[in-house]
């Protein structure tokens, strides 16, 4: 309503101004739209039209498909963005004007020529813009995805689009306003049609209602392009920021498969080299380059095994290196001396610090991305489970941090894993809803035999998921001694508890002296 107002207000003001000048210099509404009729019926205004759309959807996909690719790795390698900038600032500078001179000249009058030009004006506008987007991805859902074993296909679509789609949307913004412009000068230069082509016309014979009869279904086209394509494709592309999908999407989730790479077998050992264990974990040396360049060493022989279906917890001091060592595991890091034996083709589960959710997904699609094999039973177990059923079609930006860390939890069961690695999962919740998911952890465990790792600075939670325990010393990190928990979780009192806290205590003060 308040937009047919303003139209009116619009309207009205041009009636008032042309009553107010000369007829030929402003004509009023009316002329102009008579006119507008009058080309309308010829097919003269039709065709034009459709020609500079050509024109302006030719050289804006040219433009944006090149210019996100640029743009994207230069966002993500710093070489090639050092290379290709001064290139960048020199087209960002460069008038459009002379481009389309320069084109013309060196390639001809031709179409080519035409929408090369408007192109490469567009060009500098969508590299600089996709840079940023890409200078902005979160490296945190790089390395879930690396963890998960994501296809490429697979990143690309759920974590790489996503994340750049706010920045293609702004591009596409800015770039159609721009290219419909330049597509109207080229065509003013050097085309014998389209709409630029019959403006120059009517600037030669001073004709302002023939001017007037291209430019404005032009400008209405325009708006409608923006209006009925480009914003519908963003609302659609960010509806996951407004909260619950909508039900078309929930029914379409519902019917999703998706399929990731091959197994990594990035650190199996032959069957005659192994002991065993499921985890062997040997490292002599692990070190950081820091701020001033200095190296700081983090572990330092540090060895450790875990037999399958056993659950171990690496309790030590805050900061001593137990995220870098679940990293090494996962295979995230692998600047360190020393080895990692896994048994063949095993499937990791990682829960991280962060949940690592994608936002734009709802719990669901976050499940069956890890695990596109995954059956609707085998989910909706999981989802009862850890009491996520409610909240199945619920995006990430709805759930607290702690059914968001149930979600990262079914992610990782999800895949049946062979090992599940548990980086401090309850960090920052408060103590009930703590003790809570340590239970569901421990049910799970038990019940899927599946061994685990998992890192906290909390002797008692140590003691409530594991079988063994394995003591860091501060930095370097080193096991300075290894506790069993011989009693079953379901049925460890406090007795026993106590306990082993004193045991942890004694060995503490040992490796002190």
């Not at 001593?320 to 990692?340: F, Q, S, V, W």
């Not at 001694?481 to 306990?499: I, K």
Request: glycine share 6%; with cysteine; proline share 5%.
């Amino acid at each position: 309503m308040i937009r047919l107002i303003s139209l009116t207000l619009l309207l009205l003001l041009w009636q008032a101004a042309s009553l107010f000048s000369h007829s030929r210099r402003l004509p009023g509404p009316v002329p102009v739209f008579s006119t507008i009729v009058e080309e309308a019926r010829s097919g003269a205004l039709f065709s034009n039209l459709a020609i500079t759309l050509l024109r302006v959807a030719a050289a804006f996909l040219l433009a944006m498909s090149l210019g996100t690719a640029i743009g994207y790795f230069m966002g993500r390698r710093k070489l090639i963005d050092r290379l290709f900038d001064p290139w960048l600032v020199v087209l960002l500078n460069l008038p459009a004007l002379v481009v389309i001179v320069l084109a013309y000249i060196w390639a001809g009058l031709t179409e080519v020529a035409a929408i090369g030009a408007v192109a490469l004006n567009k060009l500098p506008n969508a590299v600089v813009i996709a840079r940023e987007g890409a200078r902005a991805l979160d490296p945190a859902l790089d390395e879930m995805a690396k963890v998960f074993r994501l296809s490429a296909g697979a990143r690309l679509r759920h974590i790489l689009a996503p994340q750049l789609a706010p920045y293609v949307a702004a591009a596409t913004r800015s770039g159609l306003s721009l290219v419909w412009k330049i597509v109207l000068v080229v065509e003013l230069l050097g085309r014998s049609n389209g709409v630029g082509f019959e403006i120059n016309l009517a600037f030669q014979l001073f004709d302002v209602r023939l001017l007037l009869a291209y430019a404005l279904p032009f400008v209405a086209l325009m708006l409608a392009v923006e209006t009925f394509v480009v914003q519908p494709i963003e609302v659609r592309a960010s509806r996951w920021r407004g909260g619950f999908a909508p039900k078309g999407v929930v029914a379409q989730s519902r019917k999703k498969a998706r399929q990731t790479g091959a197994q990594d077998e990035r650190i199996s050992a032959p069957a005659s080299h192994r002991s065993g264990a499921a985890l062997e974990v040997s490292i002599s040396a692990k070190d950081f380059t820091s701020a001033n360049g200095g190296r700081q060493r983090a572990l330092q022989g540090l060895a450790f095994e875990l037999a399958s279906g056993e659950a171990g917890a690496m309790v030590g001091p805050s900061g001593c290196g137990k995220t870098t060592l679940l990293r090494i595991i996962a295979g995230l890091d692998h600047a360190y001396e020393g080895r990692i034996v896994l048994a063949p083709h095993v499937r990791i589960g990682m829960v991280f610090q962060e949940p690592r959710l994608l936002p734009w997904r709802d719990v669901e699609d976050n499940i069956r991305l890890a695990a596109p094999e995954a059956t609707e039973e085998d989910i909706l177990l999981l989802l009862v489970a850890l009491s996520l059923t409610e909240h199945r079609y619920h995006f990430p930006r709805e759930l607290s941090l702690g059914l968001a860390r149930r979600v990262a939890l079914a992610r990782a069961l999800a895949i049946k894993p062979d090992l599940l690695l548990l980086d401090e999962p309850f960090v920052s919740l408060d103590l009930a809803l703590a003790q809570e998911l340590r239970r569901e952890i421990a049910t799970l465990i038990d019940e899927k035999r599946v061994t685990t790792l998992v890192v906290t600075h909390d002797l008692r939670e140590a003691i409530e998921l594991a079988n063994k325990i394995f003591l860091l010393s501060a930095r370097p990190a080193h096991v300075y001694a290894t506790l069993d928990v011989p009693t079953p979780r379901g049925r460890l009192t406090r007795e026993d508890a106590a306990s082993i806290e004193e045991k942890a205590r004694a060995a503490v003060d040992m490796s002190r002296n």
